[in-house]
């Protein structure tokens, strides 16, 4: 049986006694009275098995707690009362040896409880040891009551009528401090209070004077009731340390709470710059692949599209053209003379011109599928998605006419005083049994036509 359930069991011996005198065993439904309490007294406990044993570990400690003080106090007590008994009640005919043994023998278990008690405070006591020191605190104190019940019983035995009520008083004093001091632990008092006052109640009731019999008969009374203020205070109490234990378990709580809260802030800022450090990388991978792209795409000296960007970028606007049927047109340009150029001004002067001529092929490639780009050296391509032959041609004779127009000068030109360029032009409706190639095969020998009937012109594919 686990220690609540043995408090229980205390409880239920003060109510069966309470059922008892309320309802002598003559009576019929005594039994079936007592079987209630007995079920009532268990079916109370609301509290959970290890709230109990906690609650049950608070008690125990209070019970020592204030240990020294109440065994302090009775053996001052029994040291008053010997000392009273022996002037004022003593009869001289008996010997005082008695007395004395009894307050050795006191004395020798009040030092006995209070080393026990010194024990409980000196050592970390756990919850499932708590019944034992239960029982070691109520065997002592069961010890000490039968010594004050016996030294009572003794003395009711010779002394006369006015003195046993001196004696009574007393009793019911210890009695009565025991139902404040042991309010912790029913057991406890239960066997307190009957070890002192059972044996004078036993003698009362026997007695054949009618007084003090009624006497006894009103010391049960007393002993009942004492045994229901006792367990109410018990209830308050444990309702007190039960609130208690929510309490601390809350603020417990709340602080656990409180740490993983900041926990979970902490986390929280470290994922914050955990992610703004990855936004950063981000970021920088990629700035690092536009970089890489336009490295790849661009012409490292004009500035334009180079000729990677250009055979992807015709390659993917051939496929579209070939799904959607609509004409591509490619403008193939060259300058002309360009070797005299370089050797006759120098290879600054001949990078500047590059310069110039791709300028001028950007700003008419200015439709938002239209792509110009350095095909190699000094050649120059335009692609112009949806874009008709005569269109075509338009735009190419207006870049010959604007590079004519920039007037730089080319002594070393068999055609010109000034920079000119030469361009084919070529117009295809791509479809799967032609390839990109042919449109710049075509364009091409547009372009050696071009060169070949005196440069500075523009032709067209097959015209």
């Not at 008053?80 to 004022?88: D, E, G, L, Q, S």
């Not at 409706?429 to 364009?443: C, K, Q, V, Y």
């Amino acid at each position: 049986m686990h220690f609540v359930n043995r408090l229980a069991l205390s409880d239920a011996i003060c109510m069966i006694l309470i059922t008892i005198i309320k309802y002598p065993p003559h009576l019929p439904g005594t039994g079936m009275a007592i079987a209630v309490c007995l079920l009532r007294t268990n079916g109370n406990k609301l509290m959970t098995y290890s709230l109990e044993k906690v609650i049950s570990g608070k008690k125990i400690e209070i019970l020592y707690r204030h240990g020294n003080t109440s065994v302090i106090g009775t053996l001052f007590i029994s040291i008053v009362a010997v000392t009273v008994v022996y002037y004022f009640i003593w009869p001289a005919d008996k010997p005082v040896d008695i007395l004395l043994v009894w307050l050795v023998m006191f004395l020798l278990v009040s030092t006995l409880r209070l080393y026990g008690i010194t024990l409980y405070k000196s050592n970390k006591v756990g919850i499932e040891q708590t019944r034992y020191w239960l029982y070691a605190f109520t065997s002592g104190a069961a010890i000490s009551a039968c010594l004050w019940g016996l030294f009572f019983l003794y003395l009711v035995g010779f002394i006369d009528r006015e003195y046993r009520y001196f004696i009574l008083f007393f009793m019911v004093g210890l009695i009565s401090a025991a139902a404040i001091t042991y309010a912790t632990s029913l057991l406890a008092f239960f066997i307190t209070a009957l070890c002192i006052i059972g044996p004078v109640i036993i003698y009362f009731i026997m007695h054949s004077d009618p007084i003090t019999n009624y006497t006894g008969h009103l010391l049960i009374a007393y002993f009942m009731y004492l045994l229901i203020i006792t367990r109410q205070l018990n209830k308050t109490l444990e309702e007190f340390l039960t609130h208690e234990f929510n309490i601390s378990r809350l603020e417990r709580d709340k602080k656990y709470a409180a740490m993983l809260n900041r926990e979970l802030e902490e986390e929280i800022l470290k994922r914050i710059a955990t992610e703004a450090k990855l936004k950063d990388e981000v970021g920088k991978a990629e700035a690092l692949a536009d970089k890489l792209v336009t490295i790849t795409s661009k012409d490292g000296l004009t500035g334009i599209n180079n000729r990677r960007r250009f055979d992807e970028y015709l390659e993917n606007e051939w496929n579209r053209s070939a799904r959607t049927k609509t004409p591509l047109s490619l403008i193939m340009c060259d300058i002309d003379f360009y070797k005299a150029y370089n050797d006759t001004y120098g290879h600054l002067a001949g990078d500047d011109s590059l310069k110039k001529v791709a300028r001028v092929l950007e700003h008419y490639a200015r439709r938002a599928g239209d792509l110009a780009a350095r095909y190699g050296g000094e050649e120059f391509v335009i692609i112009l998605p949806d874009t008709e032959s005569d269109k075509a041609a338009h735009i190419a004779e207006q870049i010959r006419t604007a590079v004519e127009d920039l007037r730089v000068q080319h002594k070393s030109s068999q055609t010109s005083d000034y920079l000119t360029i030469s361009l084919g032009v070529a117009t295809i409706i791509p479809s799967r049994d032609l390839t990109s190639g042919t449109l710049i095969n075509f364009a091409d020998e547009a372009l050696y036509k071009a060169k070949k009937t005196g440069r500075n012109r523009s032709v067209v594919h097959g015209q």
